[in-house]
């Protein structure tokens, strides 16, 4: 798979190895606890206000990465 590359991708990321993995670990929890908000808020109040608040964030997925470098 591609975990042999991320030793080689980390070691070319511009702001440095340890922020490389940070990204990744951040990334990965962040996207966890959104699904399980998600989730929790499909199973408190409705599959409709859930779809309406993810259709919301949509938007800002996009605004953070053409803000991010």
Known sequence: GDFGKLK????????GQVK?????????VS??????GIAG??????????????TALIP???VSIAVLP
């Not at 080689?8 to 702001?15: I, N, R, T």
């Not at 490389?20 to 990965?28: E, K, R």
């Not at 996207?31 to 399980?36: D, N, R």
């Open 8 to 15: 080689a991708e980390s070691e070319e990321f511009d702001l």
């Open 20 to 28: 490389y993995w940070l990204c990744l670990v951040f990334g990965a």
């Open 31 to 36: 996207w966890q606890m959104a699904l399980v």
């Open 41 to 54: 808020m499909t199973f408190l109040a409705s599959s409709l206000m859930s779809g309406i608040c993810v």
């Open 60 to 62: 800002a997925g996009v």
